[in-house]
């Protein structure tokens, strides 16, 4: 049974920093990619970033590039994102997401993630 716990949300001001941690388990974690999403109130779901199970490729979506970077340890089965110079647009919540077809190469498909975790809010004030 895939679990995929996400923790680190919170309130922060504007020009702060998180991070985001996602513990996996029933996974073989180095064989998946990891991805974050995120889903404000009333928008859909979108991509934040992702990296690749082995060989720690990293993608980003163009709004966050420079301000947040995707991580992951393979010997704790966890991924990270580290969030800096958040903006209230930011404001979301922050999705962990495991994708079997990812071990090398990144896809590009949210399709393609087939476990997801329950979400941590991440609320930025102006």
């Known amino acids: 049974q895939v679990q995929l716990v996400e923790s680190g949300g919170g309130l922060v001001q504007a020009g702060g920093s998180l991070r985001l941690s996602c513990a996996a388990s029933?996974?073989?974690?180095?064989?998946?990619?990891m991805g974050w999403f995120r889903q404000a109130p009333g928008k859909e779901r979108e991509f934040v970033a992702a990296?690749?199970?082995?060989?720690?490729?990293?993608y980003y979506r163009d709004s966050v590039k420079s301000r947040f970077t995707i991580s992951r340890d393979n010997a704790k089965d966890t991924v990270y994102l580290q969030m800096n110079s958040l903006r209230p647009e930011d404001t979301a919540v922050y999705f962990c997401a495991a994708n079997p077809l990812g071990r090398y190469v990144y896809t590009g498909r949210e399709a393609d993630f087939s476990s997801w975790g329950q979400g941590t809010q991440v609320t930025v004030s102006s």
């Open positions: 990296i690749t199970g082995s060989t720690y490729r990293t």
């Open positions: 029933g996974i073989s974690f180095s064989t998946y990619a």
